[in-house]
């Protein structure tokens, strides 16, 4: 059975910091993309940061700077450090795994979100 489980939201007052957990069952961890979402009211889900299976990471350029994302193969984890945070950031934020499976076959799982909310 799958499980990608996010930890770590919560309220925080412009300018603080957050760190984000999502810890990893039932997949291939190592093999796979992980990556960040969010997705605040009224709005689609974005893309916020993503990490390949080599640690390489990517950002969106409103978090670039303040965000950071990393990756325990080990412990089948990814994080988001998120620093100098703003209302803008308020937001659901989502787990996925993604993994390329071959012949046009993909395989992506989501966790059920952590909310993150910006205010003072």
């Known amino acids: 059975q799958v499980q990608l489980v996010e930890s770590g939201g919560g309220l925080v007052q412009p300018g603080g910091s957050l760190r984000l957990s999502c810890v990893a069952s039932?997949?291939?961890?190592?093999?796979?993309?992980m990556a960040w979402y969010r997705q605040a009211p009224g709005k689609q889900r974005e893309l916020v940061a993503v990490?390949?299976?080599?640690?390489?990471?990517n950002y969106v350029d409103s978090v670039k700077g303040r965000f950071t994302i990393s990756r325990d193969n080990a412990k089948g984890t990814v994080y988001l450090q998120m620093n100098s945070l703003n209302s803008e950031d308020t937001a659901v934020y989502y787990c996925?795994?993604?993994?390329?499976?071959?012949?046009?076959?993909?395989?992506?799982?989501w966790g059920q979100g952590t909310q993150v909310t910006v205010s003072s």
């Open positions: 996925n795994s993604h993994r390329e499976l071959g012949w046009g076959r993909r395989e992506d799982y």
């Open positions: 039932g997949i291939i961890f190592s093999d796979s993309l």
């Open positions: 990490i390949t299976s080599g640690g390489f990471p």
